[in-house]
Nanobody, 124 residues
Framework: QVQVVESGGGLVQAGGSLRLSCTAS????????MGWFRQAPGKEREGVSC????????WYADSVKGRFTISRDNAKNTLYLQMNSLKLEDTAMYYC?????????????????WGQGTQVTVSS
């Protein structure tokens, strides 16, 4: 059974930092591109960042470029998202996902597996 579990969310002041982690089990981790998505209240879920199966390529949404960094440790089956200079508009539920398809302009496509999410709240 595949399990994808996020952690690291919380409450942070604007301008602060958080590091999200995602651990996947029950799948061959380095067979998948891994990504972060987020959904704010009243909005559709959107892609935040994606990294290819061996970490050689990454994709970021324009809204987070230069502030967020995605990385992965295949030996630990773990994905990370370092979030710096957080803004109020970064407040959302953040989801980790495993995908078979990566697009250089769109990121992770049609994820096969999703986590339950971790809440990130940025306060003023």
């Amino acid at each position: 059974q595949v399990q994808v579990v996020e952690s690291g969310g919380g409450l942070v002041q604007a301008g602060g930092s958080l590091r999200l982690s995602c651990t996947a089990s029950g799948l061959t981790f380095d067979d998948y591109h891994m990504g972060w998505f987020r959904q704010a209240p009243g909005k559709e879920r959107e892609g935040v960042s994606c990294i290819t199966w061996r970490g050689s390529s990454t994709w970021y949404a324009d809204s987070v470029k230069g502030r967020f960094t995605i990385s992965r440790d295949n030996a630990k089956n773990t994905l990370y998202l370092q979030m710096n200079s957080l803004k109020l508009e970064d407040t959302a539920m953040y989801y980790c996902a495993a995908a078979r398809s990566f697009h250089f302009s769109l990121g992770c496509e049609q994820p096969s597996y999703w986590g339950q999410g971790t809440q990130v709240t940025v306060s003023s």
